[in-house]
Every structure is written in C-alpha cells, then in structure tokens.
C-alpha cells in the first residue's frame, strides 16, 4: 500500500470537538475501505496567509495514511461534500515522518520562546531597559499645581 499525508484545513468557526469529529470521520472513511490511519495531527487554530471564503483563519490537520489509491479517492470525494472543510491537500510519500512533524515542533519551540520571555502582558518585570538609567522614587505632581504652573 501506498503512503500518504493529507491535510485539510476546516472553518474558523467550527469547535475543536467539531474538528476532532471531522478528523475521526476521514479515519473511519479510510479505515473502512482497508487502509489504516498512521498518525492524526491537529495543529490548531491558524492564521491564513489570504482570507479562503471570507475565513482568515483555519483548524489545520494532518493524517498519515497507508492505504491504496482508491482510498485516497473516495477520502477526498468525502471532503469535497464536506462544507466545513475549505481547503485539502494529499500528498504521496515515499516515506512517513517519524515522531512529530516539524510544524508540531515549531508549535512547542514557540511555545518555549514564550515562556522565556520575561515580562509583556503577564505582567512580570519588564527586564533591561538599555541604556536609560533607574529613575528612582520621584515625588507625585499634584494635577493642580501642575495646571496652576501652566497658567502663570
């Protein structure tokens, strides 16, 4: 049988449940025509580089598949009947990636680059600053004395 990976990318509005249901429902397409589903991804919610029927993002997920031809074909018809599904893509292989894939790892290697960033929106210290120095403790102005120094 032969290796494939098929991706497809399903609408912005759709719940992750929604997108584990149309993964599990191309599982049991190919599995019921004799091929077997190696490995499921889904790499989440993601930006779209040009908006797809007025979406600008997209659910994205990948199956490696080991099946025959006839397979993918009746895989791919099921998809294009599927509304939720705006855009698929299979791909044959000569041989099927070992661990994650690399968008898996990019998506754990941000992931840590968040973490290590100190400070932005959590609300930790926001760390060097360059070359401007401390400005200590600095006396409160008084809104009034201030708007009183403006008119003289």
Same mark, same amino acid.
């Given at each position: 049988?032969?290796?494939?990976?098929?991706?497809?990318l399903a609408?912005?509005?759709?719940?992750q !449940?929604?997108?584990d249901?149309?993964?599990?429902?191309?599982?049991?397409?190919v599995?019921?025509?004799?091929?077997k589903?190696?490995?499921?991804?889904?790499w989440?919610?993601?930006s779209?580089?040009?908006r797809?029927? %007025?979406?600008?993002?997209a659910?994205?997920v990948?199956?490696?598949i *080991?099946a025959p031809?006839?397979?993918?074909?009746?895989?791919?018809?099921?998809?294009q009947?599927?509304?939720?599904?705006?855009?698929y893509?299979?791909?044959?292989? *000569?041989?099927?990636?070992?661990?994650?894939?690399?968008m898996?790892? %990019?998506?754990?290697?941000d992931?840590?680059?968040?973490? *290590?960033?100190e400070?932005?929106r959590?609300?930790?210290?926001?760390?060097?600053?360059g070359?401007?120095?401390d400005r200590?403790?600095?006396?409160?102005?008084?809104r *009034?004395?201030?708007? !009183?120094g403006?008119?003289?």
């Amino acid at each position: 049988m032969a290796l494939y990976e098929h991706v497809f990318l399903a609408r912005q509005d759709l719940a992750q !449940a929604q997108v584990d249901a149309l993964a599990e429902a191309a599982t049991k397409i190919v599995e019921d025509n004799q091929g077997k589903v190696v490995k499921t991804e889904s790499w989440g919610l993601r930006s779209l580089a040009y908006r797809i029927a %007025k979406n600008r993002k997209a659910h994205y997920v990948m199956l490696e598949i *080991d099946a025959p031809g006839g397979v993918i074909l009746e895989l791919e018809r099921q998809t294009q009947i599927n509304e939720d599904v705006i855009r698929y893509m299979t791909v044959k292989v *000569d041989e099927l990636e070992q661990g994650p894939t690399v968008m898996m790892r %990019k998506q754990e290697r941000d992931r840590e680059r968040r973490g *290590d960033r100190e400070g932005g929106r959590d609300g930790g210290p926001r760390g060097d600053r360059g070359d401007r120095p401390d400005r200590g403790d600095r006396p409160r102005r008084d809104r *009034d004395e201030a708007f !009183a120094g403006e008119q003289n």
